[in-house]
C-alpha cells in the first residue's frame, strides 16, 4: 500500500510511519516542520523516509503527493489546549482549514481512503451516572468549588455526587477548548467528504497518548512529558487539582498499530466510523507522576490544587468498538510503559515558546 502520512515527522505520525514500512508499506512524509514544533532541524528519525517539507493547506504540494496514493494517514495538527484565545486562527487554519485542503485535494486525486487522528477531547468532561437521575452531563465545576478542593462536579438535576464510567463513541460530544472544537470539526468534515465521494473514514479519538519522542519544554506538551521534563531537573512533578483525576494512558505503539489497522479495515458502514483508541485501564494523573518518578528515582509528585479552564475531571474510555470493528487491544501495560518513558528519547524543545504543531 502507498501511504501519504500528514504531520509524519511529528510525534504519532513518525510511529505510524516506522510501522507501516515495516509492513511493506511505501510511505511518504508530508510536513512543514514548522520551528515552534521541530526545533531548529527535522527529527533523526524523520531521515528513515522520505520527506516533503510542506504545508498541509498547499494543495499544489498534496496534488503531486497524492498520485498513486492508496490511503492518506492525516496526523498533522496544531495541538494541546492553547494558551488564551489569540491561538485560535492558528488551531482553526491548521486543523480545520488544513483537513478541509486536504479532503479537496483527495477528491481530485481520486483518494477515497482516510485515517483521521481524532483526539477524546470531542468528549468533554467523561460520561457520568446519578443514582436518582441516571446518565446526565455534570454539572459545570464552578471557580468556587475548585477552589475549595471540591473537583468531582456533581448532577445538573440534584447536585448529588456522580459516578463516572467508561465513555462509549456514541456518547454526546461536548467539546470544551478550542482545540477540541477543531478536532470536532475535523470529524465532521471527513464525515460529509465520505458521504460526497463514498470515501472511507476512521476517526481515531486518541486518548492520552505517551512514549518515545513526545514533545517536550513546551506549554502545549502532554503532562507525562511536563512530568519527566520537571524530573529531569531535579524538580517534583507537580499535580493540578488532588491528582486523582482518571485518564486512560496508551503508549504511542500502540497508536501505531491501531492506525495500521484501520488503514486496512474495510470501508465502515455509512463511510465515516469513530473509535475510542485507548489501554483500556484507568490510572490517576497523580499515578502517572508518582510512577514516573519512581522510574526516574526523583522526588515525589507536589500536588497543588487548582485546575485549568479547559481540564475536565475524569475521561477514560470504553475499549470495546476498537476490539470488535479493528481488532485493536493495547499490548504496552501503563508500569512498562512509563519506566520505558523514563528514558525514552524526546522531540527536540521548539524553537520559540509558541503553539506547537504536530507536522502542517
Not at 85 to 96: E, M, Q, W
Request: neutral net charge; glycine residues 10%.
Amino acid at each position: 500500500m502507498r501511504i501519504l502520512i500528514t504531520g509524519g515527522a511529528g510525534f504519532v505520525g513518525s510511529h505510524v510511519a516506522d510501522a507501516a514500512a515495516a509492513d511493506g508499506d511505501d510511505v511518504t512524509l508530508l510536513d512543514a516542520l514548522l520551528p515552534e514544533a521541530h526545533g531548529d532541524a527535522p527529527p533523526d528519525w524523520s531521515a528513515r523516509h522520505p520527506l516533503v517539507v510542506g504545508d498541509v493547506r498547499d494543495p499544489d504540494r498534496l496534488a503531486g503527493l497524492l498520485r498513486g496514493v492508496d490511503a492518506v494517514c492525516h496526523q498533522a495538527a496544531m495541538v494541546g489546549h492553547g494558551l488564551d484565545p489569540a491561538d485560535a486562527p492558528g488551531y482553526a487554519g491548521h486543523n480545520d482549514l488544513g483537513t478541509a485542503v486536504l479532503l479537496a485535494a483527495m477528491h481530485a486525486a481520486g483518494v477515497r481512503r482516510l485515517v483521521l487522528a481524532s483526539s477524546m477531547v470531542v468528549y468533554g468532561e467523561g460520561r457520568y451516572r446519578c443514582a436518582a437521575h441516571g446518565l446526565v452531563p455534570p454539572a459545570p465545576r464552578r471557580p468556587e468549588d475548585l477552589a475549595a478542593g471540591r473537583y468531582d462536579p456533581g448532577c445538573p438535576r440534584c447536585a448529588a455526587p456522580l459516578r463516572s464510567e467508561l465513555v462509549p463513541e456514541e456518547a454526546p460530544l461536548r467539546p470544551r477548548s478550542t482545540y477540541a472544537a477543531t478536532k470536532l470539526a475535523q470529524e465532521h468534515l471527513a464525515a460529509a467528504w465520505a458521504r460526497q465521494t463514498g470515501g472511507s473514514v476512521w476517526a481515531l479519538r486518541y486518548h492520552n497518548v505517551y512514549g518515545p519522542r513526545m514533545p517536550r519544554d513546551t506549554p502545549y506538551a502532554g503532562v507525562a512529558s511536563i512530568f519527566r521534563s520537571a524530573l529531569a531537573a531535579g524538580r517534583p512533578p507537580r499535580v493540578l487539582e488532588d491528582g486523582r483525576q482518571r485518564r486512560d494512558f496508551v503508549h504511542v505503539r500502540d497508536v501505531a498499530r491501531a492506525n495500521l489497522l484501520a488503514l486496512r479495515a474495510d470501508r465502515p458502514a455509512d463511510g465515516f466510523e469513530a473509535v475510542n483508541v485507548c489501554s483500556g485501564e484507568q490510572h490517576t494523573v497523580g499515578e502517572l507522576a508518582t510512577e514516573l518518578a519512581a522510574a526516574m528515582a526523583g522526588p515525589p509528585p507536589e500536588v497543588v490544587g487548582g485546575a485549568r479552564a479547559a481540564d475536565v475531571r475524569h475521561v477514560v474510555a470504553d475499549p470495546r468498538r476498537a476490539a470488535l470493528r479493528l481488532g485493536f487491544v493495547a499490548e504496552v501495560p501503563f508500569r512498562a510503559g512509563v519506566a520505558a518513558f523514563a528514558t525514552d528519547p524526546l522531540r527536540p524543545p521548539a524553537r520559540v515558546r509558541t503553539p506547537s504543531a504536530a507536522g502542517g
